[in-house]
């Protein structure tokens, strides 16, 4: 096989060693699971996204963290649409993305780049105890699941308390699974932004995720719909934080971040 071209991008930030890392690697996206787990694990990061070339500004497109395939990652798309767009020279405003799961698209923006995800809201669910002790929590204000997205939701009082979670990880991954979540986001109002959060996915190898766009296809329908609104500013919380616009469409959800280069290279396979 020949060399690979590879890129690494902080995704949801306009500063290096902020917002969330990905890999971006051109390649065919048919090759054995094996393969892209590997370069996966290789690279280290919560997502590689793995893309292949169909037509003019069109794309197959595959995740994967070091552990297994996803089905939606807002940053590594994030990061493989600012690839195109600014490392690669890609002249259109629209680029599409078929993956898996559905057909998405990601568009030049002023603030960087938009991408036009599904919606996936959230429903009221009784809390369960487990998911609570293992993020450290009594006193909460919501939980909701978003059995579309498989994404568990728990709405705290403060930022404060959202910045202060600190999970027990091997408690989290030993309540039993009857729904299938992949993942836990803690959230709150915010006095800078609409709201902040946290997303915690031990389920998918990774314990916390720095800046996670799927996730806000969740944090979206929920905080309009508590805050009345429809474009929102939001933060996630983690250790190098990153900041998201995030816009509702109907039956869609608009992401917009910017993004930065800090790696280029290929890989030998």
């Not at 280290?44 to 070339?53: D, G, I, K, V």
């Not at 293992?134 to 909460?140: A, C, R």
């Not at 994404?151 to 910045?163: N, P």
């Not at 299938?180 to 915010?190: D, K």
């Amino acid at each position: 096989m020949d060399p690979v071209p590879f890129y690494q991008v902080d995704a949801f930030t306009e500063t290096p060693f902020r917002g969330n890392p990905a890999a971006v690697c051109f390649m065919g996206t048919g090759l054995q699971d094996d393969l892209y787990l590997a370069i996966s694990a290789e690279m280290n990061l919560s997502e590689t996204a793995f893309a292949e070339p169909e037509a003019q500004g069109v794309y197959r497109l595959r995740w994967f963290t070091p552990k297994r395939e996803v089905p939606l990652c807002g940053h590594a798309t994030l990061a493989l649409a600012h690839v195109l767009f600014n490392e690669l020279g890609y002249g259109g405003d629209k680029i599409t993305f078929r993956t898996a799961s559905s057909e998405l698209h990601a568009y030049r923006d002023r603030r960087g780049v938009l991408m036009d995800f599904p919606r996936n809201d959230p429903k009221p669910l009784a809390p369960i105890k487990g998911i609570l002790d293992g993020l450290g929590v009594e006193d909460i204000l919501g939980f909701q699941y978003s059995d579309t997205n498989q994404k568990l939701l728990v709405e705290l009082g403060s930022e404060e308390q959202v910045r202060s979670v600190s999970p027990d990880f091997k408690a989290l991954m030993a309540v039993e699974n009857t729904l299938g979540w992949r993942g836990v986001i803690a959230t709150s109002r915010s006095a800078e932004y609409d709201f902040v959060s946290r997303y915690f996915a031990p389920w998918m190898g990774v314990d916390e995720d720095p800046v996670t766009g799927s996730a806000h296809t969740v944090l979206g329908p929920y905080w309009a719909g508590k805050l009345g609104k429809v474009s929102l500013k939001a933060y996630q919380a983690s250790r190098r934080g990153g900041a998201l616009h995030v816009e509702l469409q109907n039956d869609r959800v608009n992401i917009v971040g910017g993004s930065v280069t800090v790696i280029r290279g290929s890989l030998s396979l």
